[in-house]
T-cell receptor, first 113, second 114 residues
Framework: NAGVTQTPKFQVLKTGQSMTLQCAQDMNHNSMYWYRQDPGMGLRLIYYSASEGTTDKGEVPNGYNVSRLNKREFSLRLESAAPSQTSVYFC????????????FGDGTRLSIL | AQSVTQLGSHVSVSEGALVLLRCNYSSSVPPYLFWYVQYPNQGLQLLLKYTSAATLVKGINGFEAEFKKSETSFHLTKPSAHMSDAAEYFCAVSEDTGRRALTFGSGTRLQVQP
């Protein structure tokens, strides 16, 4: 099973460029999440999606947009990249109940110059 | 609001020694607690979870954690460290709401010395 797949794995952007990070899961999960990981800060929630067509802001949503077009895929878009968005981005998914663990992708390492 | 505090950003132990990674949480409702491990350049892998069934939880790779409500703690232990245990470990608490997002601690990097 692939689990949660993220593309690309690495990306370097210039300030002001835009890009979309892709995420897909094959576990039939309803809930999907985008986190960013920065040194010494753990992971912080950017956006969340409870189901197809619904999204909600997390702790650090500024500068990002998301799209949940179907149950499998949840994309994260940077419209105008800034150096402060240099980070490792993780997508995760989980089943219905809060006692179920989230499954994570391998991450996208994004550098913005 | 929920929060997680991991004491010690770096822990170093000798191979064969006890591993103890500390985690304290804050939650207004009974929490669901998780420990994840992250190896270099990889995603997060679930080690174990507490979901109120038992206070002592056993996970993969010989790790276990004990939920202590009176101390609001969920410390991770392993009796004998192995070189392959070197990684970063994250404690997380789950919201008991529709969003079910995880709140993470800042992580503890475990070094294992030969």
């Amino acid at each position: 099973n692939a689990g949660v797949t993220q593309t690309p794995k690495f990306q370097v952007l210039k300030t002001g460029q835009s890009m979309t990070l892709q995420c897909a899961q094959d576990m039939n999960h309803n809930s999907m999440y985008w986190y960013r990981q920065d040194p010494g800060m753990g992971l912080r929630l950017i956006y969340y999606s409870a189901s197809e067509g619904t999204t909600d802001k997390g702790e650090v949503p500024n500068g990002y947009n998301v799209s949940r077009l179907n149950k499998r895929e949840f994309s994260l878009r940077l419209e105008s990249a800034a150096p402060s968005q240099t980070s490792v981005y993780f997508c995760a998914s989980t089943a219905e109940y809060s006692n179920q663990p989230q499954h994570f992708g391998d991450g996208t390492r994004l550098s913005i110059l | 609001a929920q929060s997680v505090t991991q004491l010690g950003s770096h822990v170093s132990v000798s191979e064969g020694a006890l591993v103890l990674l500390r985690c304290n949480y804050s939650s207004s409702v009974p929490p669901y607690l998780f420990w994840y491990v992250q190896y270099p350049n990889q995603g997060l892998q679930l080690l174990l979870k507490y979901t109120s069934a038992a206070t002592l939880v056993k996970g993969i790779n010989g790790f276990e954690a004990e939920f202590k409500k009176s101390e609001t703690s969920f410390h991770l232990t392993k009796p004998s460290a192995h070189m392959s245990d070197a990684a970063e470990y994250f404690c997380a608490v789950s919201e008991d709401t529709g969003r079910r997002a995880l709140t993470f601690g800042s992580g503890t990097r475990l070094q294992v010395q030969p």
